[in-house]
Nanobody, 125 residues
Framework: QVQLVESGGGSVQAGGSLRLSCAAS????????MGWFRQAPGKEREGVAL???????AYADSVKGRFTISKDNAKNTLYLPMNSLKPEDTAMYYC???????????????????WGQGTQVTVSS
């Protein structure tokens, strides 16, 4: 059974930084796309960044140049260092995993079958 556990959320002022981590367990092989999503109150969940098992990385336009996704395969851990945080980055952040083929992975909620419980990020102005 795949389990994803996020950590690293918190409250920061605008311009600050946080690093999210997602510890994964139960993955049957290395052929998973891993992604970060976020959901603000009253809004739909949206994709933030993904790393596919073929090495492809993608970001939402709103976070390009500020967030960096990376994966440590030895530790089965996904990271999301976030810099220059803005109040509009405030949301619950979720880690997700998908066993679909690498070239079909995207920043779309239906692409992912496994989800963590989320970690809250709050950015004050």
């Amino acid at each position: 059974q795949v389990q994803l556990v996020e950590s690293g959320g918190g409250s920061v002022q605008a311009g600050g930084s946080l690093r999210l981590s997602c510890a994964a367990s139960g993955l049957t092989d290395s052929n998973y796309c891993m992604g970060w999503f976020r959901q603000a109150p009253g809004k739909e969940r949206e994709g933030v960044a993904l790393v596919a098992h073929d090495g492809r990385i993608a970001y939402a336009d709103s976070v390009k140049g500020r967030f960096t996704i990376s994966k440590d395969n030895a530790k089965n851990t996904l990271y999301l260092p976030m810099n220059s945080l803005k109040p509009e980055d405030t949301a619950m952040y979720y880690c997700a995993a998908s066993h679909r083929r690498a070239w079909t992975c995207g920043l779309s909620v239906p692409h992912y079958e496994y989800w963590g419980q989320g970690t809250q990020v709050t950015v004050s102005s």
